[in-house]
């Protein structure tokens, strides 16, 4: 029976031959899309699992004097900042002859020289030196390997230093090994999240996809199977048949979109998804993810098969018989309805989310998008029946009314890809427009940096005096030195006020920076020379957004300072609009703070990137899945126009136009498509909104979802209906007056 299937799928005339051709183009696209999918995600998990060599997690000297037996050696880790990229610097001294060397060196590098990334070098070599290479002292000894980065575009460095320099640097450790664990990136689980949107968006209509091209033509197989039951073949037998027939294609498909696959599979290398290139030895598929495509496609193509002949049931007298088709229940969209209201209520009770019962609400909306799409499109269907009068609409809404499960199938995919997508485009540009609202601008253009790390609250005051002088030679920089309150713990606090204020600044400086309040004014009309305030908010804020909210620190009500004489500098804020030299005050400071300075606006677009990143994976799952859907729109489309070639040439024949013909089978099609991306997107904004209002970030600015969204949703429904068209030119041939003629 296995020979006798794969005869009546390769020689049964131009109908099968075309069949089978649908079924691999389809198949082939929804393989090449899935294994571009696992080959990024692989590459992404691979850079995630190398070994953290930059995790110092070491002792530090006692009293940063160095013990004479001590072996290994001495690191400072930090992050650096230029142009708008991370540099990743480590300075390492050797105390043995047993220190370690990280990934990608054959030796450490030693006093006065360094090793570079191929990115970092190739960047040294074409920068001003005052901006960047005056950072990183010494000659370049060679390049760093692969081993130790994530990817080609990774910035790092590693400066040999004496011990005795290592031991005055902020963050020194005494490193024996160097940590086997992978880093723990808190960027991570956005972009793990940006990937499961991927599994649930995608996977969904790549069934799909199969499904409906090992279906095609099931109508005329049907017949074809009552035939060979007629001449004695058993019901096994024809499962076996119809197995084969689907598996054939199926495989044929699959090895297709695997060849298609290795032919993109350099411009997938090129894919940005984390900001950065992989290697391209790492963007591919494992060995058994190639045998799972290749095996599960023809298995799950021969399961969906025997799935659609579930409904038939084929007697020996070759009489096919279908069981009615019983139509879609109001009841569908309850849990659809019961998931938004959940959002809308109870899981933001208070301000603040119930995860347990937002997880409920979400599987809810998801069962309920896939179970109301088939009544939402009968209902839909049965309305343009009622209310239009022109001949193409009227029959292809009684189609869709008659059957629109099927109809709805073909769309399904496309339902949860675009819900989740709705949902992230329309939450992320309200958090990026949140961490780019810095007090109306005022403190974009601002560097930071801070001096205090653990048991030290800043710089010297011979340091900090020394630092400052330095700073303000620059022309056109104003600067603001915030200080550490030595007595802040000898201050009694009031029962009815604040804390004592922790920090000091000079009302000078204050002037500068207006947007961070006002020095009070005595009696006599003359301001304070110095003001205490709670200027952790500026030292240490990670988020601009915050700093907005806060503001002013200071004014009226601060309490006065007596001096800012012997107290520790604790940070700096500097205002410069002068790029390059921002970027020379950065390597200035950068021998004096453990963090790269960064200017608020700098520290905002860190974190905007992060989303937009995330953002940008789940709407290129969107573009990807709604491919994929329009492959399974054409394959429906096209085992359409064979089951009813008969039909429409009758219809031909009996004076229907032949464009009334094409309008009916681009109607099928579109309403479904348009009728499911409707409904997802609308879900998503539903989902979107209480989440907006719970966060106080809906603004008029930030509540509709970026210019990619809308490119990518209306993009991906414009190409779906193109390729759709492209299937119109076939139906004047098949509708001609010979193939009325019954067999």
């Known amino acids: 029976m296995i020979r006798l299937g794969l005869r009546l799928s390769l020689s049964s005339g131009r109908e099968a031959a075309a069949r089978l051709a649908l079924i691999v183009a389809g198949v082939a696209a929804g393989v090449a899309v899935l294994l571009a999918t696992l ?38 880790y930090r992050e650096d900042f230029y142009a708008g990229r991370t540099i990743r610097r480590l300075d390492a001294a050797a105390l043995g002859t047993r220190a370690p060397v990280i990934p990608g060196l054959s030796r450490m590098p030693g006093p006065g020289q360094y090793y570079a990334s191929p990115a970092l070098a190739a960047l040294l070599d074409s920068g001003p030196r005052e901006e960047l290479s005056a950072r990183f002292p010494g000659t370049r000894a060679g390049l760093i390997g692969d081993a130790a980065l994530s990817g080609p575009d990774e910035l790092v460095i590693v400066v040999g230093r004496t011990p005795d320099q290592v031991a005055a640097m902020p963050g020194a450790r005494q490193v024996d090994v160097i940590d086997a664990e992978p880093a723990a990136d808190d960027g991570a689980d956005v972009y793990r999240f940006g990937f499961a949107v991927a599994a649930v968006g995608l996977i969904v209509p790549l069934l799909v996809l199969v499904g409906t091209a090992t279906r095609l033509a099931a109508a005329r197989r049907e017949t074809r199977f009552a035939a060979i039951r007629l001449v004695g073949a058993t019901t096994r037998q024809i499962n076996v048949l119809a197995a084969v027939d689907a598996a054939l294609g199926a495989l044929a498909g699959a090895l297709a979109g695997l060849a298609i696959f290795q032919l993109v599979r350099p411009a997938v290398a090129g894919v940005r998804i984390t900001g950065a290139r992989f290697f391209p030895e790492l963007v591919a598929p494992q060995l058994w993810q190639y045998a799972a495509v290749l095996g599960g496609v023809p298995v799950a193509a021969a399961c969906a098969a025997l799935w659609s002949l579930r409904r038939v049931r084929i007697s020996p007298l070759g009489v096919a018989r279908r069981t009615a088709v019983s139509p879609p229940r109001a009841w569908r969209v309850i849990p659809l309805l019961a998931g938004l209201g959940l959002f809308a209520g109870p899981v933001y009770r208070d301000g603040k989310p119930d995860e347990l019962l937002a997880v409920v609400a979400l ?11 088939p009544w939402l499109t009968m209902v839909a269907a049965r309305l343009a029946a009622r209310l239009t009068r022109g001949g193409a609409t009227l029959l292809a809404a009684r189609r869709l009314a008659a059957d629109p499960k099927t109809a709805f199938r073909s769309v399904s995919g496309l339902v949860l890809a675009v819900f989740i997508g709705t949902t992230i485009a ?89 947007v961070l309040g006002r020095c009070p004014v005595n009696i006599d009309g003359r301001s304070a020379r110095a003001v205490a305030g709670n200027f952790a908010r500026i030292v240490g804020a990670d988020n601009p957004l915050t700093v907005d909210r806060l503001l002013p620190l200071a004014g009226p009500a601060s309490p006065p300072a007596s001096s800012t004489d012997g107290l520790d500098l604790a940070a700096v804020m500097i205002s410069t609009r002068d790029l390059a030299a921002l970027e020379r ?15 608020f606006a700098e520290v905002a677009r860190v974190r905007a990137d992060l989303y937009v990143r995330a953002e940008n994976i789940a709407l290129a799952v969107i573009g ?40 009916v089978v681009l109607l099928e099609s579109a309403l479904p498509l ?52 492209t ?17």
Do not use: H
Not at 52 to 68: F, I, K, Q, T, Y
Not at 472 to 499: C, H, M, N, S, T
Not at 586 to 597: D, H, I, N, Q, S
């Open 39 to 76: 080959s990024l995600f692989n590459a992404f998990q691979t850079a995630g699992e190398r070994p953290c060599w930059e995790c110092v997690n070491g002792s530090a000297p006692s009293g940063w004097a160095l013990d004479a037996t001590a072996d290994g050696a001495l690191w400072s």
């Open 363 to 373: 599987a809810l909306i998801m069962i309920g998008l896939m179970l109301a799409g």
């Open 426 to 514: 329309a939450l992320v540009p309200a958090v990026v427009a949140g961490q780019q609202k810095v007090a109306g601008g005022a403190l974009n253009d601002v560097l930071g940096a801070s001096f205090a790390r653990p048991g030290v609250s800043g710089l010297s005051p011979r340091a900090g005096t020394e630092l400052l002088a330095r700073l303000r030679a620059r022309p056109g920089v104003a600067v603001l030195p915030i200080y550490a309150r030595a007595d802040v713990e000898k201050v009694p606090p009031r029962p009815d006020g604040p804390p004592p204020a922790p920090y000091v600044v000079e009302c000078a400086g204050l002037a500068r920076f207006p």
């Open 585 to 599: 005050l950065r390597t200035l400071l950068a021998g004096y703070t453990v963090e790269a300075p960064m200017t």
């Open 624 to 663: 990807l899945t709604l491919v994929a859907g329009a492959c399974g729109l054409v394959v429906a489309a096209g085992g359409g126009l064979v089951e009813r070639r008969r039909p429409f040439t009758l219809l031909r024949l009996a004076g229907t136009p032949t464009r009334t013909l094409a309008a």
């Open 674 to 725: 348009a009728l499911a991306a409707a409904l997802a997107a609308a879900a998503g904004f539903g989902v979107a909104e209480p989440l907006l209002d719970a966060l106080a970030m809906k603004s008029a600015a930030s509540a509709m979802p970026g210019p990619v969204y809308f490119a990518s949703l209306g993009g991906g429904l414009a190409a779906s209906l193109l390729v759709i068209l």
């Open 727 to 743: 299937t119109l030119p076939l139906l004047r041939r098949m509708t001609a007056p010979d193939n009325a003629r019954f067999e």
